[in-house]
């Protein structure tokens, strides 16, 4: 059981250029979030849906797309990547209540 | 939408004595969940308490709930040097976090 997966782990980018980071999650759950944590800091929340076709706006979500077209994925897009955008990113998914996180994807936008 | 809040932001102790962190938050919630994060790794899941509980236990922790303050509080009883983490609360149905209490714990 894999739980929740976050692809890359690792990712370099230059500023203006566009990537997607993917989570997946293989627990049925309805619930997924998109969050960022920046050093000394707790997490703020970008991103997250409540079921499959739905996406809502969190604290932070300029500058960010996502997309819930599978129940088991949850995509965050950067179209133009900015060097305020380097950060560590977490998914978390849930049923109701507890959350499962990814292990993170560490993003620096250069 | 709310978001807790954690005091205090840092705390040291010396391995064997307990360590209390707060949290705080601004409106009626269903529940409100701890989690800890070990060095940029991501969280995970300590305990849940719902609105109607006043206080949950799970091994050595000991999590109280006082909906008319806002205010739970995480007791970890007898501490190791392994409970060194970031604790985090969170509530809400687009669960939000606050900045976390830093728990270092000395051998």
């Not at chain 1, 894999?2 to 980071?21: D, E, I, N, Y």
């Not at chain 1, 849930?94 to 936008?109: A, I, K, M, P």
């Not at chain 2, 807790?4 to 707060?22: C, R, V, Y």
């Not at chain 2, 392994?82 to 939000?96: E, L, V």
């Amino acid at each position: 059981n894999a739980g929740v997966t976050q692809t890359p782990k690792f990712r370099v980018l230059k500023t203006g250029q566009s990537m997607t980071l993917l989570c997946a999650q293989d627990m049925n759950h309805e619930y997924m979030y998109w969050y960022r944590q920046d050093p000394g800091m707790g997490l703020r929340l970008i991103h997250y849906s409540v079921g499959e076709g739905t996406t809502a706006k969190g604290e932070v979500p300029d500058g960010y797309n996502v997309s819930r077209l599978k129940k088991q994925n949850f995509l965050l897009g950067l179209e133009s990547a900015a060097p305020s955008q380097t950060s560590v990113y977490f998914c978390a998914s849930s049923y109701s209540g507890e959350l499962f996180f990814g292990e993170g994807s560490r993003l620096t936008v250069l | 939408s709310q978001q807790g809040e954690e005091d205090p932001q840092a705390l040291s102790i010396q391995e064997g004595e307990n360590a209390t962190m707060n949290c705080s938050y601004k409106t009626s919630i269903n529940n409100l969940q701890w989690y800890r994060q070990n060095s940029g790794r991501g969280l995970v899941h300590l305990i849940l308490i719902r609105s109607n509980e006043r206080e949950k236990h799970s091994g050595r922790l000991r999590v109280t709930l006082d909906t008319s303050k806002k205010s739970s509080s995480l007791l970890i009883t007898a501490s190791r040097a392994a409970d060194t983490a970031s604790y985090f609360c969170a509530t809400g149905n687009d669960m939000r976090f606050g900045a976390g209490t830093r728990l270092t714990v000395k051998p």
